[in-house]
């Protein structure tokens, strides 16, 4: 048997904010609860009974999307329905080991372009997704801006919650980051339970501390949460105990942009049982 294996979540009594600045331009507006962290904690109690980490278990659903596009002042959408279902067709490859799919529904254009640029701190997309909502399906809204104190390419509900997701429109076409759909599968990723890689800091890089740091799961490397761009980047940041840090880069729920391009084993666990005591009424 593997010696992977998942976490016992300790008790938190702090708020985590996911709103972090880096010079490429692009953050999460997820925000991260002590309730959030509890809930995880619960629904992932028993799960070291449940899986026998020689395998990945295997959800064999699709899941509906419901498309919400918002069309700004001039009537123009500034997005291609073509480029979301390739953003949705990548976000199904990235899926595939837990037998995970998503299919978009419909596509609904919003004709209200107030709701094109939202404060997501001022509750404005609450009236949205009291507007405009499918229930049971997975509410996808693309917008042009997200206004939080630093502009977001997006946000996510953790479970339980409303079935939505917000997505700037920007963020899934703008190549700059080399890297177009990591948003998508990044808040994904939050909706079904996942924290980032660094949500509670500081944790040791030979992972004593893993149950208690970072994103609480063990096979996901402690994360200094370092800014850079560089994907073969050699880590000059050590931890408490002097030793040298080795980034996930390459892991969706970090904040390395141009490098992000897989989940871990652990992780598509989490979503699995998140799926499936949280998240089984969708269609």
């Not at 880096?22 to 509890?38: K, L």
Request: aromatic residues 14%; glycine residues 4%; charged residues 20%.
């Amino acid at each position: 048997m593997s010696n992977m294996r998942f976490v016992r979540f300790p008790l938190v009594l702090l708020v985590f904010s996911s709103i972090f600045v880096f010079s490429q331009g692009w953050n999460c507006g997820t925000i991260t609860t002590a309730g959030d962290i509890n809930i995880i904690k619960q629904i992932l109690s028993g799960i070291t009974k449940k899986y026998d980490y020689t395998t990945l278990p295997c959800i064999n659903k699709t899941l509906s999307l419901t498309v919400y596009i918002v069309r700004d002042s001039l009537g123009k959408t500034n997005i291609d329905k073509s480029i979301i279902q390739e953003a949705v067709d990548s976000l199904n490859n990235k899926f595939k080991p837990i037998c995970l799919s998503f299919k978009i529904c419909e596509f609904i254009e919003i004709h209200n372009f107030q709701y094109d640029t939202i404060s997501k701190d001022k509750y404005e997309y609450k009236e949205v997704i009291t507007k405009y909502y499918k229930p049971n399906t997975i509410n996808i809204y693309f917008v042009k801006e997200i206004i939080t104190p630093n502009s977001v390419c997006g946000f996510a509900p953790y479970p339980p919650s409303k079935d939505y997701i917000f997505l700037k429109k920007k963020c899934i076409i703008d190549e700059s980051i080399n890297n177009k759909f990591i948003t998508f599968q990044h808040m994904m990723g939050h909706y079904l339970g996942l924290l980032h890689t660094f949500e509670v800091p500081l944790g040791f890089t030979d992972q004593s501390d893993c149950s208690t740091t970072g994103d609480l799961i063990c096979d996901t490397e402690a994360d200094p949460n370092a800014g850079f761009t560089d994907c073969g980047y050699a880590s000059t940041i050590k931890d408490a105990h002097g030793d040298f840090y080795l980034i996930p880069t390459d892991n969706f729920m970090s904040y390395y942009v141009t490098c992000m391009c897989r989940f871990s084993n652990d992780q598509y666990r989490l979503m699995s049982e998140i799926y499936f005591k949280m998240r089984n009424y969708l269609w």
